[in-house]
């Protein structure tokens, strides 16, 4: 069975910085790990991708103030938040890439930002 935890959200002050983890256990051949979020009334969008060639994708809006890494040998997948805006406030979503383009998702971690 294949499980996702996530930890790491919380409040943080706007201009601050927060560190997401994602654990995947029970799945054996992972293609992508990554992030998604969704704020009320918004779609769910693609935040950080990390392939397991070791490509990083951002979306536009956090370029350059998020990093996604990986510890490939703990199925482990991190996002590093710089420099948070209150438009940063969501449900973040792990989710991973498995076999057959299966998608597995975390129940979500709730990031808030302060201004």
């Known amino acids: 069975q294949v499980q996702l935890v996530e930890s790491g959200g919380g409040l943080v002050q706007a201009g601050g910085s927060l560190r997401l983890s994602c654990a995947a256990s029970?799945?054996?051949?992972?293609?992508?790990m990554g992030w998604y979020r969704q704020a009320p009334g918004k779609r769910r969008e693609l935040v950080a991708t990390?392939?397991?060639?070791?490509?990083?994708n951002y979306a536009d809006s956090v370029k350059g103030r998020f990093t996604i890494s990986r510890d490939n040998a703990k199925n482990t997948v991190y996002l590093q938040m710089n420099s948070t805006k209150p438009e940063d406030a969501a449900v973040y979503y792990c989710?991973?890439?498995?076999?057959?383009?299966?998608?597995?998702w975390g129940q979500g971690t709730q990031v808030t930002v302060s201004s």
């Open positions: 989710y991973v890439l498995g076999a057959s383009a299966r998608v597995y």
């Open positions: 029970g799945i054996f051949s992972i293609n992508a």
């Open positions: 990390h392939t397991s060639g070791g490509r990083t």
